[in-house]
């Protein structure tokens, strides 16, 4: 099976060349663990301050910062276009958002504000702090097994990890759920939709070091909509 040259297991290059491949990849592995990491400490932490959502603006602002210091520093246009890939994601998973705000009523934002449409200005920073990691998985899953399996573990990995965000952030007061049946304060049909809102990152990140800018940022777009098909499909088959 031919793999992604993002992959690690990609070993169709010279000596010295995938030498460097390897070393490249192993920096940006340790840097998104290191960011990974960070994050969780944090949200783990303002669970237990219940300071609010400064506490949100704080860490996302940190991170966006640490990922742009690691692009500029070492030119790597592969995290670029994770980050517009998840930006423009973040940005139309405001869709999401607002339809689980205004027409389901089980998110609840806390209202200090500012606000995009219906969630905190925040919010697609964050989402693309989640997509990033994941997308980075997706993309070394998938030089080492099909894309199906690629997908299902990227699942996986998702469903593992985006719960623990959203426990923590009830706690933190950065939003809260009702009306529905929870675990760890965090509804079902948002972590199921959670689950299937990462899918298709295998897929559409496959290449997306030989894509073209603007088409990494129109699949960014793309997961951002599939994000909000995604919890409409959960909410309907377990609250309907």
């Known amino acids: 099976m031919s793999q992604p040259s993002g992959a690690i297991g990609e070993r169709d290059l010279s000596t010295t060349d995938y030498a460097g491949t390897v070393a490249t990849e192993a920096r940006r592995v340790r840097f ?15 669970s237990m301050m219940h300071v609010g959502p400064i506490t949100a603006y704080i860490i996302v602002g940190i991170q966006c910062a640490l ?6 520093r070492y030119r790597d246009g592969l995290i670029a276009r994770l980050f517009l890939f998840s930006i423009g994601a973040g940005l139309t998973e ?12 089980s998110l609840l934002y806390e209202p200090s504000g500012p606000f995009l449409i219906r969630s905190p200005i925040y919010m697609p920073l964050a989402w693309a702090l989640i997509l990033i990691p994941l997308g980075y998985l997706g993309i070394q899953l998938g030089g080492y097994v099909s894309l199906p399996w690629a997908t299902v573990l990227t ?4 469903a593992a990890y985006i719960p623990l965000y959203e426990h923590w952030a009830t706690g933190a007061r950065w939003w809260a759920y009702r009306s529905a049946t929870m675990i760890g304060g965090v509804p079902w049909h948002i972590i199921v939709g959670e689950l299937l809102s990462v899918l298709p990152l295998p897929l559409f990140l496959a290449r997306v070091d030989r894509t073209k800018a603007w088409i990494t940022t129109l699949l960014g777009i793309v997961e951002g909509l599939w994000i909000w098909g995604a919890y409409s499909i959960s909410y309907g088959v377990l609250l309907k």
């Not at 405001?94 to 009523?105: I, K, Q, S």
């Open 67 to 72: 990922y742009l210091g690691y692009t500029l």
């Open 94 to 105: 405001l869709l999401a958002d607002w339809w689980l705000v205004e027409r389901t009523g």
């Open 155 to 158: 699942a996986v990995g998702a």
């Open 32 to 46: 998104i663990v290191f960011t990974v990491l960070l994050g969780m400490v944090w949200s783990q932490a303002s």
